[in-house]
């Protein structure tokens, strides 16, 4: 996947050719191909109105949610969510994001042992942004062997709610590394700027006192929650 200014100038403000509707998951969601100055490129298209409404979560949110979680991505310096957008699309305003080409044979049940630090790293971020959805297939290979996380719709509950397949570090410490960026996270919440600033405007006051709650839990426990004895089934 090629990430440069010309990516998000496509994601931003290219022409929609096409929308495709894909056949999976409970909201509206569709394939679209961008053109903008001779260049071409596919995208994943999650308008606000195709959201179907849920009880725990805000109607018409989302789509913020997976643009907040691509930002908190970029604040951590953690490359794992592919370049996110808001913008108006065939049905209105929504995300688009870009899309990952990828083997659909493979999820996370399928990944081998030389994934794992690019696991854990998506493991802590998931207790940082209160993933409610991590399931298999919502981890994506490409084919330089980068593993991707997508749909992170349901992130950022006032509720610590994680839901996910990932148990394999249950117990295991966090590596110092990916506590560090927690850290300089923490440090920053006192006084937003930036994408961080961008990323708590698009939450509920309560959600970033959660959110803020949460950092400093992740900091306080160092290691990974979970089930004992629960590990990938394969």
Not at 126 to 146: C, E, F, I, Y
Not at 171 to 186: C, D
Request: charged share 25%; glycine share 8%.
């Amino acid at each position: 996947m090629t990430l440069d200014q010309s990516t998000f100038e496509l994601l931003t403000g290219g022409e929609i050719l096409s929308c495709q509707l894909t056949p999976a998951g409970s909201n509206y969601t569709f394939l679209v191909q961008l053109q903008m100055d001779g260049r071409t490129g596919l995208a994943i298209y999650k308008p606000r109105d195709g959201e179907s409404p849920l009880w725990d979560f805000p109607s018409g949110t989302l789509y913020k949610r997976e643009y907040a979680a691509y930002l908190l991505a970029g604040v951590l310096g953690w490359d794992l969510i592919p370049p996110t957008v808001i913008r108006d699309g065939p049905y209105g305003i929504g995300s688009v994001q870009q899309y990952v080409e990828h083997d659909p044979k493979q999820n996370y049940y399928t990944l081998g042992d030389e994934i794992g630090n690019q696991l854990r790293t998506i493991a802590c971020f998931d207790l940082v942004a209160n993933s409610t959805d991590r399931k298999a297939n919502h981890l994506l290979v490409d084919p330089d062997g980068k593993l991707w996380s997508i749909d992170h719709g349901l992130t950022f509950h006032a509720d610590t709610k994680i839901r996910t397949v990932i148990w394999d570090y249950c117990g295991e410490r966090i590596p110092k590394k990916l506590l560090n960026a927690v850290e300089n996270l923490s440090r920053q919440l006192s006084d937003p700027q930036g994408k961080l600033k961008e990323l708590v405007e698009l939450l509920l006051p309560e959600e970033v006192v959660a959110f803020q709650k949460r950092v400093e839990w992740v900091l306080d426990e160092g290691v990974y929650p979970g089930l004992p004895g629960r590990t990938r089934r394969r």
